[in-house]
């Protein structure tokens, strides 16, 4: 059974730094497209980064590039995401989600791509 848990969620002030993790289990986790996604109150999920299997390709929705880093350990089944210069729009409950893939490059950003998904974890940004 696939299991994901993330981990690192908090209150943090505009500006300042997060760093995500998601454990996975129940999975060869090297065989596996991972991705972020987040949801804000009111909102729809929508996608914040992705990476591919062994982490050769990496894509990320406009509104995080250049602040958000997404990287995985796959000696430790886990993935991050890494979150600098936060803002009050980042605030959200953000979800990471698993794909099996066979392409090493694969990424997906399209919430029905990923039939596997953690509980989420609550990032709130505010002074």
């Known amino acids: 059974q696939v299991q994901l848990v993330e981990f690192g969620g908090g209150l943090v002030q505009p500006g300042g730094s997060l760093r995500l993790s998601c454990a996975a289990s129940?999975?060869?986790?090297?065989?596996?497209?991972m991705a972020w996604f987040r949801q804000a109150p009111g909102k729809e999920r929508e996608f914040v980064a992705a990476i591919s299997r062994v982490g050769l390709s990496t894509y990320y929705t406009d509104s995080v590039k250049g602040r958000f880093t997404i990287s995985r350990d796959n000696a430790k089944n886990t993935v991050f995401l890494q979150m600098i210069s936060l803002e009050p729009e980042d605030t959200a409950v953000y979800y990471c989600?698993?794909?099996?893939?066979?392409?090493?490059?694969?990424?997906?950003?399209?919430?029905?791509?990923?039939?596997?998904w953690g509980q989420g974890t609550q990032v709130t940004v505010s002074s």
């Open positions: 989600a698993a794909v099996y893939s066979l392409g090493t490059a694969y990424v997906r950003k399209d919430v029905n791509d990923y039939p596997y």
């Open positions: 129940g999975l060869t986790f090297s065989n596996y497209a």
